[in-house]
């Protein structure tokens, strides 16, 4: 089994290899984008991976600064699942820039940097928190958890994360030309939802190890237990602002809500509302299914799908309406269905994330905890 | 120091897109890549319908949120408040493509006049083939390749970067009008200096009543529309029910 499922990220991170080079060398035209569709999947990818890792991120801090130490069992793995997470979204965005030629221009985020701009803020921060989240790993898996640079990079993981969040809303929550992102309110539903999909993440990797391990160590119970019910409040959190959205999507006189509208009215809204909060909230409300194992791996898996795809729904819901000269020879809204390219960065985000997960989970006791 | 600005009189445009064709021209424009473009509606119910053309462009705007959103400065502003573009700084995020409210920003998705790479003859030993053409004519990118934008900037913009409209900078650096306005047969398009009191485009937003494209969003663009093609006369009256 194990061989198995090495060979199989393998293969997935092969052919995310082969499309992530075909984009260094050719460029975005891979990409079923344009000037008006010009945010499409990888950039889904990026806010997906990058805010399960900020979710996962405040969760692996749990016992470490905030005190609640009946969680260290899973604050290895959080940790690690964070760093996986973070570097695949990092690497969504970075094959969401363009050839190399346009990757070697990123030097000018240091030589020439704009501090008015949310988009510098944000590339210079997700750098340090990458940089502290992997220190911090590093600190956990040596068991220095309370020693003076482990409980420093614990602290300084989670401000950065705040902040390289913070910075991630301002880019949208500024966007006064394109309303359809919601402004400051993103910052709310990112907040909710970074928090759900990255304990959906937690719940099902370490279900899904417990599940291929032999069972849960009898220790562990309660603390899993609390972490699903705690789950499924978050996933009650999300369908409320899910449903606070909607309520402003669909209430505004303002016109450019109507590429919104457009969106919910397709198969991709749905999925992140059935798929991702209706179906998982009402399972995680059963007590039998929230206590079952299998329960508890459909639904973290469903609201992993959802999430992504209301990643996508946010992107498009602001683009698919074109805007100022963009609008002429186009129809009111355009259609946007992704290349295969697109498909290949997600696949490779999701094999090389299940990769360094499983990698850690075979080799380095993810559920170690402070002696 | 100028503050460059655009007067377009919508009176004398008559819609021929001869600053769509000159811009493409005069900056090397691939394929797809508008600098200078169009915004037409049509109002009313057949037979009573009206057909309204607008030009447009980069706007420029004092409050440039272009600029203030790119990350590398690669959208700045330069001499007479240009804002101008510098493809070896970006890092191809397009968030002024989120930021600018006309849709004014293009991003060179592929290599820019690709088709002219092309060896393919339409008439096998008759016609030259694209390529063939380029060589033959010893142009670089498309046959007819304008070195000049050069001056300052880059004649053809590399792929994965954004381009727009800078006032053809390297024309207004020697004396002479952005190509849109020269190019234009019936001087719909007005240049000049803002800060001019003189100048023809202060002569005109004084005398007409001008109209700038989203003010609301405090963008303060300096392109300026005035007037309105409208040889129309009608019947008064108060309507009825």
Redesign the interface.
Known sequence: MSILWFALLGVGVLIGLFTALTVVV????V?N???VT??VLPMAGYLFFALTAAGLTLLSSLPSVFGMKQYYPMAKRASLLAGATLLVGVMCKALD???I???F??V??VI???L?????WM?ILYGFYFTFVAVKFYFIHNNKWHSMGGKTFAVLALLLMFMAYTALSI?FG?????PG?FGHFTAIYFAVTALTSGMAVLVLASHAHFAFSGGMPGEQVPVYDNLSKLFAVLIGAALFVFILRAVIGFTSLQGAFDGFRYIAATGIYRIEMWVGLIIPFIMMIIPVVRRSRLGLILASSFVLVGMFFGRLVMLLGAQIQ???????TRPAFVTYFPSMYEFGIILLALSLSLLIYSIGVKYLRLDATPE | MPNYAMVIDLQLCTGCGGCIIGCKNENNLPEGVRWSNKMTETLGRFPNVRYHYRPTLCNHCENAPCVRGCPTRALHKIEGGITAHDPDKCIGCRYCMVNCPYGVPNYTWDRPHKEWQDTTELIEGATYSPKALVDAVDAKGWPIFNPDPDVGYKAIRPVGVIEKCHFCPHRVREGLLPYCVEVCPSHARVFGDLDDPNSKVNELLGMFRAERLRPELGTRPKVFYIREFCPCVYERSKGAI
Not at chain 1, 174 to 178: L, S
Not at chain 1, 322 to 328: F, K, R, S, T
Request: charged share 10%.
């Open positions: 050719t460029g975005l035209g990409y984008a344009n000037d010009f945010w820039l363009g050839p030629t346009t990757l221009n990123t000018h985020l020439s940097p704009n008015s701009s949310p988009i510098w590339a880019v500024i966007a006064d030309a394109r992102f074109p805007m100022g000269n963009l609008a002429e």
